[in-house]
């Protein structure tokens, strides 16, 4: 079997998914999954083997050695984890690496499983490079019907007119709809300079999944990290002449056109810090 259950039954509603790799911005998906594992009550649920939906060319195992001898292979692999919310119904959650390849087949045994399980109504999350300000939060949405607009309006999404590369979320929720299976798609979008984590992003991703879910997660933590990050980016912004022109060009053109996928200059910020600890230990 390509699918590991370690529980049984597994019977949910909704699901929360997401996909590693291209739609997935500054790993601000994964760093959003993992404050959620964090905060509600999480276990494993079901692992699948994602052999038959990979190439090497866009994904590899990761092996492990160990004094010269392979310790372990970890394959590409979706994961499952169910969570029980104290005074709430119990919420699957599912993160793994975006499918290279057979995507129609992929889709519709992913949607097989999640209705196997009872689900109904999904919510997939991604993320997206935009020419867009490290202090702008900007998440937008994309539905199937006014139901979903309503929805995601009420979310704080924004609406955005796109046309180019697609992602597996797009398979995903034209296949559940002929399944008269709920979804919606929410990106948010992340400054295509920046190389560093996005807390102020993630800590709004986590207060509008806390509004889907009906459930309230502490950002506190993330704010302040985020206000400590962001110190730091505006001093190399105003050290680096070539990052101030990168933002004069991003402030005279307009932040919802189609998203980039790859920065052209890009703020090194773990760089940066290592160079002015350098310089610190030089002047004492």
Not at 10 to 27: E, M, N, T
Not at 57 to 69: A, F, I, M, Q
Not at 153 to 174: F, N, T
């Amino acid at each position: 079997m390509d699918i590991q259950t370690f529980v049984d039954p597994i019977r949910i509603r909704r699901a929360v998914l997401g996909f590693s790799g291209w739609p997935d911005a500054g790993k601000t998906i994964q760093h959003a999954f993992g404050e959620l594992s964090s905060v509600l009550q999480c276990r494993p649920a079901a692992a699948w083997d994602l052999d038959g939906y990979w190439h090497t060319e866009s994904s590899r195992p990761l092996v492990s050695v160990h004094h010269g001898r392979i310790k372990s292979l970890d394959w590409p692999t979706y994961r499952f984890s169910l969570c029980t919310p104290r005074q709430s119904e119990p919420i699957l959650l599912g993160m793994g690496p975006e499918p290279s390849i057979h995507w129609r087949p992929f889709a519709r045994k992913f949607l097989k499983i999640l209705e196997g399980w009872g689900c109904r109504e999904i919510l997939l999350l991604g993320s997206v490079y935009d020419d867009i300000f490290h202090d702008e939060v900007l998440l937008t949405g994309v539905v199937q019907d006014a139901e979903g607009y309503n929805l995601v309006r009420d979310l704080g999404c924004s609406q955005i007119e796109y046309s180019g590369p697609g992602a597996i979320h797009a398979v995903i929720m034209e296949m559940a709809a002929d399944l008269q299976m709920k979804a919606y798609s929410i990106w948010s979008h992340f400054p295509s300079y920046l190389n560093a984590s996005h807390e102020l992003l993630i800590a709004r991703i986590l207060r509008m999944m806390g509004d889907f879910l009906k459930l309230e997660f502490k950002t506190d933590h993330l704010l302040r990290s985020w206000k400590k990050r962001e110190k730091e980016i505006e001093e190399l912004i105003e050290n680096d002449e070539e990052v101030r022109q990168v933002l004069d060009s991003i402030r005279q053109a307009d932040t919802l056109e189609a998203p980039v996928h790859t920065p052209a200059t890009v703020i090194q910020l773990d760089e940066f810090i290592r160079r002015r600890q350098e310089r610190l230990l030089k002047k004492e």
